[in-house]
């Protein structure tokens, strides 16, 4: 089926540096969004992204926190500069459209912030 | 504050037995219930899902049922199997949101021969 690529599957930094997470949509699909699980809590919402702009945000996607789509490739989130408690998983997903729709989930990326 | 509550948090049941995993919700505005199954290493994907106009939803092995009046909702697996052996989200999202799904902590199923 329909797939969503995460790159990379790990990452590991020093506080304070920035990070850039990787994703590849599925490629037809338009509404673009990333999730945050912290280690045995749940997904939480973080941003979602829909032709080029931020539709929606939590109040977890902190001012430190941006996303971008350039010219069709990887949808991104960087985080700059990082904290520790933005150690995660971080998940991206995708969808055809907005609304009740079916999302694709990549497989993670774990950040380890040190 | 957890808008979206799941029970148990891990569930042990017989192969061949119906696991039942239960969900609860705060927001009156939520409309839509997908459940995400999720393996260890690999992002959730969409298992089953229902709207807030029904109260039951069947797939194969799989049953949701909705109660409105009292915000809470079940997934019924029956007749367990190795295979199911995962962790099960459950997610609530509202009519007017682009898909900003607010997930459930998870129940961890572990299915065992009798």
Redesign the interface.
């Known amino acids: 089926g329909p797939k ?1 690529l995460q790159i990379p599957s790990h990452q590991i930094i020093d506080m304070g540096q920035m990070v850039t997470l990787n994703c590849d949509p599925v490629s037809n699909h338009l ?1 673009f ?1 990333w ?1 945050k699980q912290i280690l045995g ?5 973080l941003v ?1 992204f ?1 032709n080029g702009k931020v ?2 945000k ?1 109040k977890l996607f902190k001012d430190q926190f941006s996303v971008e789509r350039p010219d069709g490739s990887y949808f991104t989130l960087k985080i700059q500069p990082t904290a520790l408690e933005d150690s995660a998983v971080y ?1 991206c ?1 995708s ?1 055809r459209d ?11 990326t774990k950040l380890s912030v040190l | 504050q957890q808008q979206v509550r799941q029970s148990p948090q891990s569930l042990t049941v017989w192969e061949g037995e119906t696991a039942i995993l239960n969900c609860s919700y705060e927001n009156s505005a939520f409309d839509y219930f997908p459940w995400y199954q999720q393996f260890p290493g690999e992002g959730p994907a969409l298992l089953i899902s229902i709207l807030s106009v029904s109260d039951k939803k069947e797939d194969g092995r799989f049953t949701i049922f909705f109660n409105k009046r009292e915000k809470k909702l079940s997934l019924h697996i029956a007749d367990s199997q190795p295979g199911d052996s995962a962790t099960y989200f459950c997610a609530a999202s509202g009519a007017g949101f682009a898909s900003a799904l607010t997930f459930g902590s998870g129940t961890k199923v572990i299915p065992c021969l009798p």
């Open positions: 969503v509404y969004y999730y809590q749940q997904m939480e919402f979602n829909y539709m929606e939590s998940f997903a969808s907005r609304g009740h729709e079916r999302l694709f989930f990549g497989h993670g």
